[in-house]
């Protein structure tokens, strides 16, 4: 079928290689999925220009809990591994999202002792997700540590949604990811290559640090090169050229 196809369109760069090696065109398009800027803009002016760091860094984690390759259990157990190490409670996570797996995080969490350091947000509508980003001091993304294509060439949606609402990133998963590329290139986060609960205890540490040198304001202009219209701009370019 993608040989066949008078256009192709991919989402990053790594998926774009690879299509190209196995179908041997080298015509294949990438459009980002990319974040609607307009929604976060306003919000995101508004709440920087008064936000403060409170007592200990608050993060965020957007997922759906019903899959277990977002690596929630490791980011639990990574916190107990801080707590016991440091004696105190250095950082909170917000988790937003519902799914078929919460029961057992939150399990997880009160047989390691870390309850406090977590809230379970549930699902959140657009503009209340769009505050609890923006009034947040860093994201959390999580992949298992497997050589697996589509892990490797793939970034979760929410990674724009961070970057869009400022928020420095902090990341893990196998040593090639192309999140770890985005977050490089947009110099906006730390990426642990490992889902090792101590490699990532220590790297959420070190990373909590240092979140202070972060320029949200930075980040959050940068993510202007993923926003929906100027990407929807781009689809209907590869569209006119195709039809005329």
């Excluded at 490791?74 to 996570?93: D, N, P, Y």
């Excluded at 797996?101 to 309850?115: N, P, Q």
């Amino acid at each position: 079928v993608i040989r066949r196809a008078d256009v192709v369109i991919t989402v990053t760069e790594p998926f774009k290689y690879i299509l190209e090696k196995r179908v041997r065109r080298n015509d294949i398009h990438v459009i980002y999925n990319g974040v609607d800027m307009e929604l976060y803009s306003k919000l995101f002016r508004e709440q920087i220009s008064d936000h403060k760091f409170s007592e200990y860094p608050v993060g965020v984690f957007v997922g759906d809990l019903s899959w277990g390759y977002h690596s929630l259990d490791r980011i639990i157990t990574a916190l107990a591994l801080i707590k016991k190490r440091i004696g105190a409670q250095s950082t909170r996570i917000k988790i937003i999202g519902t799914g078929r797996l919460e029961k057992m995080y939150r399990d997880l969490a009160s047989r390691l002792s870390v309850s406090d350091m977590l809230s379970f947000e549930g699902y959140l509508e657009r503009k209340e997700l769009i505050k609890a980003l923006t009034s947040a001091d860093y994201g959390i993304i999580g992949r298992p540590s497997i050589n697996n294509l589509w892990i490797i060439a793939s970034v979760r949606t929410t990674l724009y949604e961070y970057m869009a609402a400022g928020l420095p990133i902090f990341a893990f998963g196998p040593k090639y990811s192309y999140t770890r590329t985005l977050l490089n290139i947009n110099s906006c986060g730390y990426y642990v290559p490992s889902d090792h609960p101590l490699n990532i205890a220590e790297g959420l540490a070190k990373f909590i640090r240092t979140i202070d040198s972060f320029d949200r304001q930075l980040i959050h202009q940068r993510t202007y090169k993923y926003s929906w219209s100027r990407l929807s701009k781009r689809f209907v370019t590869i569209i006119k050229n195709l039809i005329m």
